[in-house]
């Protein structure tokens, strides 16, 4: 059974960090993209950032440069470290994995973890 787990979300000032940790199961981990997406009330689910199965990376225009997406394939865990945040990053921030490489569209992804909270305080 294919389990994904994010977490690592809080609440932080503007410019602060955080990172955020995405924990799979169930599949063969380098096989698979994964990828984090963000959801605010009201609007579609938006790609923030991906890396592909061979390691691969790829952001949003909004996140690069604040953003860094790492993998421990031994330990089956992809991170987004998060830096530089503003106010609009507060979302509900969510890990998925799909084998196609690259995918920053959310509908591609067929595997879904809960949400974690990101806050960001002006």
């Known amino acids: 059974e294919v389990q994904l787990q994010a977490f690592g979300g809080g609440l932080v000032q503007t410019g602060g960090s955080l990172r955020l940790s995405c924990s799979a199961s169930?599949?063969?981990?380098?096989?698979?993209?994964i990828g984090w997406f963000r959801q605010a009330p009201g609007k579609e689910r938006e790609g923030v950032s991906c890396?592909?199965?061979?390691?691969?990376?790829y952001y949003a225009d909004s996140v690069e440069g604040r953003f860094t997406i790492s993998k421990n394939t031994a330990k089956n865990t992809v991170y987004l470290q998060m830096d530089s945040l503003k106010p609009e990053d507060t979302n509900v921030y969510y890990c998925?994995?799909?084998?196609?490489?690259?995918?920053?569209?959310?509908?591609?992804?067929?595997?879904w973890g809960q949400g974690t909270q990101v806050t960001v305080s002006s």
């Open positions: 998925a994995a799909d084998q196609t490489p690259g995918s920053m569209w959310w509908k591609t992804y067929d595997y």
């Open positions: 890396v592909s199965g061979i390691g691969d990376t």
């Open positions: 169930g599949f063969t981990f380098t096989d698979y993209s």
